[in-house]
Nanobody, 117 residues
Framework: QVQLVESGGGLVQPGGSLRLSCAAS????????MSWYRQRPGKERERVARITNAGGAYREYADSVKGRFTISRDNDKNTVYLQMDSVKPEDTAVYYC?????????WGQGTQVTVSS
């Protein structure tokens, strides 16, 4: 049974940093492409970052977070991370971990990130 559990969200001031984690289980983690999505208030869910399987050599970012967010993975810990730096109020959203297995999409429960002074 595939499970994705996010953690690390919270309240952060503009310009600050936060690291989100997603612990995965129930599938061969190292084989899967992993992504982070977010859903801002009143907006559709959007992908913010993606990392390829195995060594994670290829990483892709939404233009809105490029240069500020970094996705990484630790295959020994079955965990994918999203390092968020220089955060802005518009980064306020629920952040979700995502993967696909046998053409079925899996989502975590989400973690709230609020950027406010």
């Amino acid at each position: 049974q595939v499970q994705l559990v996010e953690s690390g969200g919270g309240l952060v001031q503009p310009g600050g940093s936060l690291r989100l984690s997603c612990a995965a289980s129930g599938f061969p983690f190292f084989r899967n492409v992993m992504s982070w999505y977010r859903q801002r208030p009143g907006k559709e869910r959007e992908r913010v970052a993606r990392i390829t399987n195995a060594g994670g050599a290829y990483r892709e970012y939404a233009d809105s977070v490029k240069g500020r967010f970094t996705i990484s993975r630790d295959n020994d810990k079955n965990t994918v991370y999203l390092q968020m730096d220089s955060v802005k109020p518009e980064d306020t959203a629920v952040y979700y971990c995502h993967t696909t297995r046998s053409e079925v999409e899996y989502w975590g429960q989400g973690t709230q990130v609020t950027v406010s002074s």
